[in-house]
Structure formats: structure tokens, C-alpha cells
Nanobody, 127 residues
Framework: QVQLVESGGGLVQPGGSLRLSCSVS????????LGWFRQAPGKEREGVSC????????TYADSVKGRFTIVRDNAKKTVYLQMNDQRPEDTAVYYC????????????????????WGQGTQVTVSS
């Protein structure tokens, strides 16, 4: 069973940066696509960014393109979300999630497609 633990959340001023980390334990990380999702109060959970098991393909929500970067390090069993130029609307609980895939599985970033979730980390963007 894959287990995910997020870290790196906190309070940041508008225009600032944070890097979230998600440590993956359990089964071999190379078999799993990974993603970052977020949920703001009163809103549905949305896909922020996802990455294929080998790291060769990524996808981003339109609202974060050009500001956020997802990277995975399979040797360290960790996936990162670098968040730059943050905005108040980025405020949310951020979750890491995983789904087991085969090499030919197209990358998706819909929360319903992911089966294993971390506990979440709060990110607040405010002056």
C-alpha cells in the first residue's frame, strides 16, 4: 500500500514562493503517476499538476501554468511542487495523490482517477 506524506506548506506573501514535498513510501514509486491537488474552503478539489510515472509528461491547471512546476525524484521517492509568484487565490489545502498506471496510460489530472491520498498541507497566500 502506497502512503503519501506532504510537507512544506505555510504562509507566504503574494508574489512569494513555496516548495511542497510529498514523500512516497510503500510500493515502488516508479509504478505510480503522481499529482498535486488543492481544495479551498467552499470549493471542489481541483487538479493542480500531475506527472507520469517516469516524469516525462506533466500537466498543469491553466491557473498555475508558468508559475508552478512539478518534479519527481524516483530515487528519493519524492514529488515536489515548486510554486512561484503566488496569489491569494492559491490559498488552499494541497494534497498529494497517486495512482498505479502502466506505461501507456494517458496522463490525467482528475481527482477521481487517483486512489491514494496524503493528509494535505495548508498553503496561505496573504499579506
Amino acid at each position: 500500500q502506497v502512503q503519501l506524506v506532504e510537507s512544506g506548506g505555510g504562509l507566504v506573501q503574494p508574489g512569494g514562493s513555496l516548495r511542497l514535498s510529498c514523500s512516497v513510501s510503500g510500493y515502488t514509486i516508479q509504478y505510480y503517476a503522481l499529482g498535486w491537488f488543492r481544495q479551498a474552503p467552499g470549493k471542489e478539489r481541483e487538479g493542480v499538476s500531475c506527472i507520469t510515472r517516469g516524469g516525462g509528461t506533466t500537466t498543469y491547471a491553466d491557473s498555475v501554468k508558468g508559475r508552478f512546476t512539478i518534479v519527481r525524484d524516483n530515487a528519493k521517492k519524492t514529488v515536489y511542487l515548486q510554486m512561484n509568484d503566488q496569489r491569494p487565490e492559491d490559498t488552499a489545502v494541497y494534497y498529494c495523490a497517486a495512482k498505479k498506471t502502466i506505461l501507456t496510460t494517458p496522463l490525467t489530472c482528475a481527482s477521481g482517477d487517483y486512489t491514494t491520498w496524503g493528509q494535505g498541507t495548508q498553503v496561505t497566500v496573504s499579506s
